[in-house]
């Protein structure tokens, strides 16, 4: 989901403890709740190389009240319809094992406790994504960057494994994150790559946003792959006959 209010680091704790407040008011203290953070949000609050997120993607386990709760907080602070969902349940990224690997980030209000996903694990589900137009790739090289930086490096033979626990192996997952991975951890220089590749995708945005403005309520995703290599052969079709004409 693509909203117009960002989420910060910040932000997003001083969200989910309004959220454990609301509730608790509405639902009690005997009955505790869960959320595991996906995407986006995890990617905040576990690394520091991307600032924001406009993405709230979870897995909520509580009672009906919940709903009711996030539609409070949103209306309070001005969030969209939807500002934390589990839209992200219908994608290919989803697992049923992500309960599992999911790690402790913080309770709110002793009756929210609040789970994400991070390193190996996230990377792989990241690499299902595959999506050239929004963070996946860079997100991918930023998680090693950061482990490396850390001392806690990640190996291809963990990424290999946590893809084999998600989701059975790498079969299903996309061929250009195959080989994106493995150009990753060939290439090793994790910085130089980020930015390039986050240049890449800002890129690559706006391409998608010049051909939704002329041909509008076309892309979908089974034809999105296609239009981005299309649009990047014209483009680099253009910039060879510029030269051939200087």
């Known amino acids: 989901m693509s909203i117009e209010v960002p989420f910060t680091k910040e932000n997003l704790d001083i969200c989910l403890s309004a959220l454990a407040k609301e509730f608790r008011k509405l639902n009690g203290k005997s009955m505790p709740a869960e959320i595991i953070l996906i995407g986006g949000a995890s990617i905040l609050a576990n690394y520091g190389f991307r600032d924001v997120t406009y993405d709230m993607d979870a897995i909520i386990y509580a009672s009906s009240a919940m709903k009711e709760a996030i539609n409070r907080v949103g209306d309070r602070m001005d969030l969209p319809n939807g500002w934390l969902n589990t839209d992200f349940k219908t994608t290919k990224s989803y697992s049923g094992k992500l309960a599992e690997i999911s790690v402790y980030y913080k309770t709110f209000s002793n009756i929210l406790t609040v ?132």
């Open 115 to 246: 789970r994400t996903v991070s390193s190996e694990y996230l990377v792989a589900m990241k690499l299902m994504s595959g999506r050239q137009y929004k963070n996946d790739l860079s997100d991918i090289v930023g998680i090693l960057w950061e482990h490396q930086k850390r001392g806690t490096p990640i190996s291809y033979e963990a990424v290999d494994q946590a893809v084999g626990v998600l989701y059975g192996g790498w079969k299903g997952i996309p061929p250009i994150s195959q080989e994106f991975i493995k150009g990753v951890f060939v290439n090793g220089d994790y910085y130089a790559f980020y930015m390039k590749i986050r240049e890449s995708e800002q890129d690559t945005k706006s391409m998608l946003i010049d051909f939704e403005e002329k041909y509008p309520h076309t892309l979908n995703e089974s034809n999105i792959n296609a239009v981005i290599e299309q649009a990047k052969r014209k483009r680099e079709s253009e910039h060879k006959k510029s030269i051939d004409e200087r």
